[in-house]
C-alpha cells in the first residue's frame, strides 16, 4: 500500500510539473502577445497622427486655393497664395506618401507570437524532440 501511495504521489507531482511547465509557457506567450500588441499600438498612433498632419495640410491648401480664387486677379498677392498653396499641397503629397509607405511595409501583426505558436505545435506533434532548434 505503501508503494501506491508513492506511485500517486509520483504521478501527481509529474502532473503539477506538466501543468507548471504549461502555465509558463502561456504566460510567455501572453507576454509576447502583449508586447507585440502594443507595439501594434504604437504604430497606429503614429499613423494617424500622419493623417491627421496630411488632412490638415490639405485643408491648409485648399484653403489657400480658394483665396487666389478670390484674389486671382490682384497684383502680387495672387502669386503669394499660390505658392503656399502648393507648398501645403506638397506637404500633403509628401506625408501621403509616407503613410502609404508606411502600411506598404508594416510587419505582419502579431508575427513573432504566430511564429512561436507554430513552432510549439511542431515540437508538440513531433513528441518533443529538438526543442529549441
Not at 489657400?64 to 501645403?88: K, Q
Request: with cysteine; charged share 20%.
Amino acid at each position: 500500500m505503501a508503494q501506491h501511495t508513492g506511485s500517486t504521489r509520483g504521478i501527481g507531482g509529474a502532473l503539477r510539473q506538466v501543468l507548471g511547465s504549461l502555465t509558463e509557457g502561456v504566460r510567455y506567450r501572453g507576454e509576447l502577445f502583449a508586447l507585440e500588441l502594443n507595439e501594434e499600438k504604437r504604430s497606429l498612433i503614429a499613423l494617424l497622427v500622419l493623417a491627421m498632419a496630411a488632412l490638415f495640410s490639405l485643408f491648409l491648401s485648399f484653403l489657400c486655393l480658394n483665396i487666389l480664387l478670390l484674389v486671382v486677379f490682384r497684383d502680387s498677392r495672387a502669386i503669394l497664395a499660390t505658392v503656399l498653396m502648393l507648398v501645403y499641397l506638397l506637404a500633403a503629397a509628401g506625408i501621403g506618401l509616407v503613410i502609404r509607405h508606411r502600411i506598404k511595409n508594416a510587419p505582419k501583426p502579431f508575427d513573432t507570437t504566430l511564429e512561436v505558436l507554430r513552432k510549439d505545435q511542431e515540437t508538440m506533434t513531433r513528441g518533443g524532440d529538438n526543442y529549441g532548434d
